[in-house]
Antibody, heavy 123, light 107 residues
Framework: QVQLQESGPGLVKPSQTLSLTCTAS??????????WSWIRQPAGKRLEWIGR???????NYNPSLKSRVTISIDTSKNQVALTLTSVTATDTAVYYC???????????????WGPGTQVTVSS | DIQMTQSPSSLSASIGDRVIITCRAS??????LNWYQHKPGIAPKLLIY???SLYRGVPSRFSGSGSGTDFTLTISSLQPEDSATYFC??????????FGGGTKVEI
């Protein structure tokens, strides 16, 4: 079972860029029918899907965040990265990375998650 | 976006009780529904995928059912280690996955 670990600054100033990294261990991020997602949860609110990337580099983003989000993949480091520009206090949340597994019929689910990392946007 | 309404938001039950959590989608999602267990500070765990398939390693006391818009997660005999928050997730929409609001189960 792959293990995922998020890392990055816990505090980001308003209007700046949030950058996080997800490192996968115990398995290659290029193998199998998988994609890699970022998901966040503000305190007291439900989870929000941010977007995903396939090992090919193809991406999909939540339309509500699309103009500010970039997800990238570094196969040499077995890492997936998230950047979110022009952050505000509403971007304060616990950020998770997760591996999505899918079937040929596109049935898909998140089979591995990281423990999450708290990011606070504040001056 | 497809909205997921989960109920109840919290419940208290005793060891051995049967617990049922429901999730309703704002439109039909076939069987593109997954259930997760989340305990504070650790990674969420997949319990059920495809509405009713038990993920490997998950105890058989967990089961899922439903199709279309209405789904349930059942814990047949509640155990102390089942104290957690449970949430559903739809993967029908190819572009935006959405989650239920969560159900906190206390023992």
């Amino acid at each position: 079972q792959v293990q995922l670990q998020e890392s990055g600054p816990g505090l980001v100033k308003p209007s700046q860029t949030l950058s996080l990294t997800c490192t996968a261990s115990g398995g290659s991020i290029t193998s199998g029918n998988y994609y890699w997602s970022w998901i966040r949860q503000p305190a007291g609110k439900r989870l929000e899907w941010i977007g995903r990337i396939y090992s090919s580099g193809s991406t999909n983003y939540n339309p509500s965040l699309k103009s500010r989000v970039t997800i990238s993949i570094d196969t040499s480091k077995n890492q997936v990265a998230l950047t979110l520009t022009s952050v505000t206090a509403t971007d304060t949340a616990v950020y998770y990375c997760a591996r999505g597994e899918y079937t040929t019929g596109w049935l898909n689910w998140f089979d591995s998650w990281g423990p999450g990392t708290q990011v606070t946007v504040s001056s | 976006d497809i909205q997921m309404t989960q109920s109840p938001s919290s419940l208290s039950a005793s060891i051995g009780d049967r617990v049922i959590i429901t999730c309703r989608a704002s439109q039909g999602i076939a069987n593109f529904l997954n259930w997760y267990q989340h305990k504070p500070g650790i990674a969420p765990k997949l319990l059920i995928y495809g509405a009713s398939s038990l993920y490997r390693g998950v105890p058989s006391r967990f089961s899922g059912s439903g199709s279309g818009t209405d789904f349930t997660l059942t814990i047949s005999s509640l155990q102390p280690e089942d104290s957690a928050t449970y949430f559903c997730q739809q993967s029908f929409s190819n572009y935006v996955h959405t989650f239920g609001g969560g159900t906190k189960v206390e023992i």
